[in-house]
Nanobody, 123 residues
Framework: QVQLAESGGGLVQAGGSLRLSCAVS??????MGWFREAPPKDREFVGA????????YYADSVKGRFTISRDSAKNTVDLQMTDLKPEDTAIYYC??????????????????WGQGIQVTVSS
């Protein structure tokens, strides 16, 4: 049984930092992605990391501010968020690609999802 568990969310002032972590148990990992939802917006790609070589991908809106890293031995993936802005407020989800997709920015390509964690950035 595959399980993903996010941790590290919370409330932070604009300009501050937060670090999200996602612990993965079970299944193969080809890539891990981070997405976010802030109603009424659609779910949005934040970034992803290829598990075999650590190649990272980022949405333009977070490039230069967010960093994804992984620990292959522990099967964890982190999202370090700096210079946070109010528009970063959302529920953040980690997701697991267990089949090997080239489309890391597409949520349908991911097979398993965490429960989501709230990040709130105050102005």
């Amino acid at each position: 049984q595959v399980q993903l568990a996010e941790s590290g969310g919370g409330l932070v002032q604009a300009g501050g930092s937060l670090r999200l972590s996602c612990a993965v148990s079970g299944g193969s990992i080809f890539a891990m992605g981070w997405f976010r939802e802030a109603p009424p917006k659609d779910r949005e790609f934040v970034g992803a990391i290829k598990w075999n070589d650590g190649t990272t991908y980022y949405a333009d809106s977070v490039k230069g501010r967010f960093t994804i890293s992984r620990d292959s031995a522990k099967n964890t993936v982190d999202l370090q968020m700096t210079d946070l802005k109010p528009e970063d407020t959302a529920i953040y989800y980690c997701a697991q690609d267990s089949r090997g997709s080239d489309y890391v920015h597409v949520d349908e390509e991911y097979d398993f999802w965490g429960q989501g964690i709230q990040v709130t950035v105050s102005s």
